[in-house]
């Protein structure tokens, strides 16, 4: 019932920025948790970030801690991911998805089967 579209994503230096996009369909975008995956070549899917419906909290893992930011414009239908002191492993492609029954405003599902909507994706390339 909803479609994301990721934008954002390119080639960058190692230490350099890139701040990635999400742009939800619908009007119940308020209700959906929302998280942010990739996947590099040969490695599977794993979530990056996570953050709970009411934008009240939020979830890293630990490869992106310190250097990554999840947040989100629910006026906009929109979230974000601000990646800072990016490095050769961050390259992957990276995928917005949005969990339309979390278990509460402050929960923030980690699990690919926890995530109904899943946008194209967006490469990012992050050079030596």
């Known amino acids: 019932q909803v479609q994301l579209v990721e934008s954002g994503g390119g080639l960058v230096q190692a230490g350099g920025s890139l701040r990635l996009s999400c742009a939800a369909s619908g009007h119940t975008f308020s209700s959906y948790a929302m998280g942010w995956f990739r996947q590099a070549p040969g490695k599977e899917r794993e979530c990056v970030a996570a953050?709970?419906?009411?934008?009240?909290?939020?979830e890293f893992g630990d490869s992106v801690k310190g250097r990554f930011t999840i947040s989100r414009d629910n006026a906009k239908n929109a979230v974000y991911l601000q990646m800072n002191s990016l490095k050769p492993e961050d390259t992957a492609v990276y995928y917005c998805a949005a969990d339309r029954t979390p278990y509460g405003s402050y929960y923030t599902p980690r699990s690919m089967e926890e995530f109904d909507y899943w946008g194209q994706g967006t490469q990012v390339t992050v050079s030596s």
């Open positions: 953050i709970s419906r009411s934008g009240g909290s939020t």
